[in-house]
């Protein structure tokens, strides 16, 4: 009978989190660190020092535990060059803006949406940018690195085996295409494809604790550390747990920094029609198959909107007053038009603007939660979304938000899950793929409002400022 427990490491943009799970799926503990950027020779980037330190800090606590694997998961917006043993340099945080010269460069020289599934993002959002700058800011040191995702480089920390995976190199990187199941013709061009070798499937054992980490850990050398994978895809893989979802039409929701709607089709859909102009995409899952998507910055959005922690819309004690200002909210007809985060989501140049702004704390939590479903039903829509939508993350608390989403799209079963663990459960699910999740999904009960009308004005003032 098979004993011992698993860690699961989730670093993603605003959050590090490290969780422990035992062999069932019932998780054991949780620890929680935000992140911070660092600017290091004036660029802003990921400060994986600062988070390195603090890992081993918090595996250290399970040094008592019959650890048996390490999963580590990331966002899919950063890559890290290796010089030998080490990290040649802290990367770049994707919000860090490329120098113009430098980006024109790059949209230039990188391949069509049909080949690659990415459209072209802003900042260093593709991280196949980041790699273009880079090479330009340390020419010596990457002419002779190796190249490693986010997620895997957490795998590299803590085994010194370097490897790729494709729902890494797959997350609008430009670096991968998806039909093919290959390196995109850019990554072989530039020569990173072979920087990026070998790529091995998310679930694969990458090695074993590194000598220098069981001693700082307290962890016994023998616990194995597989290669992980994306976020959003660790998600989607809970997700799929479900008999609902399973093999089903459907799209799982992720809520987090970024709303990222991922659709699992009963066929296959011809990617290359999504509107790639809108933030669409085309991810790539643990098993190497094209997932449609389409995504917008929701929870920076909702968090800049409320000028307060993002809980204040999914706090539990909250949603009766939340819920109760809705319809003030309607009837007022206050708005809120998009985008926030300029060149993001499925109004990427539309400008940001409140129509009856209220002053009152709830109506304008409220209404934040109500700009939220109007964008993601527009993101859901562009991927031909049907059937079942579950929303995952910590914004399915949220029941003005999931309730009027439910609202939006009457055709749809809106489902809810654990709101906290479903990336790290996604995680447990490359081990063990029988896991099911614990707990039932719950149908989400539409708000009694009449958000048709809503919607048709919504879309007239955001098309009127087009």
């Known amino acids: ?15 590090s989190k490290v ?49 048996r694997t390490i999963v580590p998961v990331g966002h899919g917006a950063a890559v890290c060059a290796l010089d030998g043993d080490h990290l040649a340099f802290p990367p770049l945080d994707y919000e860090q803006a490329l120098p113009d010269n430098v980006l024109a460069e790059y949209r230039a020289a990188r391949d069509p949406f049909t080949v690659t599934g990415s459209p072209a993002l802003p900042a260093g959002l593709n991280f196949g940018a980041q790699l273009f700058w880079t090479e330009r800011l340390y020419p010596e040191v990457m ?28 997350c609008h990187s430009d670096l991968w295409s998806p039909q093919a199941a290959d390196f995109s013709p850019l990554a072989k061009r530039m020569g990173w494809a072979e920087k990026l070798l ?50 089903n039409e459907a799209t799982v929701l992720s809520t987090g920094t970024w709303f990222i709607a991922m659709r699992l089709p009963a066929q296959p859909v011809e990617t290359a029609l999504l509107p790639e102009a809108r933030d669409c995409l085309v991810n790539v899952d643990a098993f190497g198959r094209p997932v449609p998507s389409a995504r917008f910055m929701g929870g920076r959005e909702i968090e800049t909107l409320i000028e307060i922690d993002t809980r204040r819309v999914d706090i539990k004690p909250d949603q009766p007053a939340l819920l109760a200002a809705v319809p003030e909210v309607l009837k007022q007809g206050r708005m809120i038009l998009p985008t926030l985060c300029g060149g993001c989501g499925p109004y990427p140049a539309s400008t940001f603007a409140w129509i009856n702004r209220p002053d009152d704390w709830y109506e304008r939590r409220a209404l934040a939660c109500l700009y939220a479903a109007l964008v993601a039903d527009t993101a859901l829509d562009l991927i031909g979304s049907s059937e079942r939508i579950l929303v995952e993350g910590r914004f399915a608390e949220a029941e003005v938000f999931v309730r009027a989403l439910a609202a939006l799209r009457p055709d749809c079963e809106v489902f809810t899950a654990n709101a906290h663990n479903d990336v790290s ?22 708000l009694d409002a009449d958000l048709d009308t809503y919607r048709s004005h919504w879309k007239a003032e955001v098309e009127a400022l087009a």
């Open 19 to 67: 969780s422990l799970w035992d062999l069932d799926g019932r998780m054991i503990d949780r620890q929680v660190r935000p992140n911070a950027p660092i600017e290091v020779d004036g660029v802003r980037r990921l400060d994986a020092g600062g988070t390195a330190q603090w890992l081993l800090e918090t595996l250290s606590r399970y040094a008592d535990h019959p650890i």
């Open 198 to 247: 070998p790529v091995v499937r998310a679930g694969d054992v990458v090695g074993t604790l590194t000598a220098d980490v069981a001693a700082a850990t307290g962890l016994s050398p023998e616990v194995q550390v597989l290669a992980g994978l994306h976020d959003s895809n660790a998600a989607l893989l809970a997700a799929r747990g479900f008999a609902e979802i399973a093999d």
């Open 143 to 170: 002419a002779r690195a190796t190249l490693v995702p986010w997620a895997q480089y957490w795998a590299f920390f803590l085994t010194g085996r370097a490897v790729s995976e494709v729902t890494s190199l797959g």
């Open 425 to 446: 459960f996604g995680a447990l699910r490359l081990i063990d793929p029988a896991l099911k999740p614990q707990g039932e999904l719950v149908r989400v009960q539409p």
């Open 1 to 15: 009978m098979p004993t011992g427990t698993t860690i699961v490491i989730d670093l993603g943009k605003t959050l």
